[in-house]
């Protein structure tokens, strides 16, 4: 067992005669701290001293993990990992609220974000692929609070989610004719209940043929497609200057024709644009959307559209007009991940609503509404249950 301490003294040494972390480097940064090491000891400890240096340092076991979707550090001492077998915390802890905070510092280079008293709080996207988000005491009470979400590096297929049991065989054949027929989709659900992971897999089965354009605030989606397109908004710099908002890369998505509009997360005025999209011939548009349940949907936008300007009877009718199926995802306790319902938004005394065309794979009352959207678009009618 390599102790934490040797790996400092190695670490400072480096760093005190300039030198980078390679293995011969490393081992001879051992053999003058007295220690008699094998070549499997120096691979481990270049490792250690790599992790501590321009890594994750303690956390970098678990980011490596597979089974790790995301890796939380509420204080020095207490440190969780959610995943597959839900949350769990970790034997391990750093020294202190420094050493968390010099760990942000690290991964946060080149970046071009700041974590500072003046900015108490970031969230930027590292090499890899890694999401970082960081919050400074006293904002956050028992110290530096940091949440590392884990991008996959191949996404999950429609096949996998029904071999892990997060949908039927019934509901992903109807989740392809959904999407190659065209019909928008929001997928909602609360947080970490999968909706950015189930709206990549959805992003597949699109046409090869499409020209997909991807706007983001923080770089996930990676559909495996040939042509894709993808935007990131930016941060405004230490200035306060030079911010690029979700609504300003809507807008110029909409400039480059594509056939197919992701936004990764609908949160802000975005909607707005968005929705004038979906009802301007951008068939096939995909979003994802934070809510409780289906029929949330409408009041969720009307929150969204109507501070940034829009009236709600504008927003009611686009809505109507330009969205047809909304896919929701529950998440257990224990952390299985589950589409539970899929609904059709329909027109109700000229307001919007949702109704349940499957509730786990079983057709609702509004199956034969979303057999319908699907024989419009010429799509296998049939897949509706």
Known sequence: MISVGLVERVRARLVAEGSSATPASVAAAVRAEGVICGDLDVAAMLR?????????GPLAAALRNPDVTDVLVNAPDEVWVDGSGGLRRLDVQFTDDAAVRALVARLLAGSGRRLDTAQPWVDARLPGGV???????????????????????????????????????ITARLLKAVVRSRLAVVVTGGTAS??????????????????????EDAAELQPDLPHVVSLEARAANADGSGAVTLRDLVRQALRMRPDRLVVGETRGE?????????????????????????GDVPARVEALAVPAGMHREAIQAQLIAGVQVVVHLRRSPAGQRSISEIGVL?????????????VGSAAASGAERLRGLIHDREGDAAAVP
């Open 194 to 215: 999968g909706k950015t992971t189930l709206l990549n897999a959805l992003l597949t089965l699109a046409d090869p043929a499409d020209r997909v354009v991807i706007v």
């Open 346 to 358: 329909v027109e109700s005394a000229g307001i919007p609503a949702v109704v349940p065309a499957v």
């Open 131 to 169: 999401r970082l988000h960081a919050v400074l005491p006293p904002l956050a009470r028992r110290g530096t609070t940091v949440s590392l979400r884990v991008q996959r590096s191949k996404p999950f297929s429609l096949a996998e989610f029904v071999a892990m049991g997060t949908t039927s065989p």
């Open 270 to 294: 975005e909607v707005i644009d968005l929705l004038a999209a979906l009802n301007t011939g951008h068939d096939g548009g995909l979003t994802t959307l934070h809510a409780n349940s289906p």
């Open 48 to 56: 250690a001293v790599q992790d501590e240096v321009i890594g994750a």
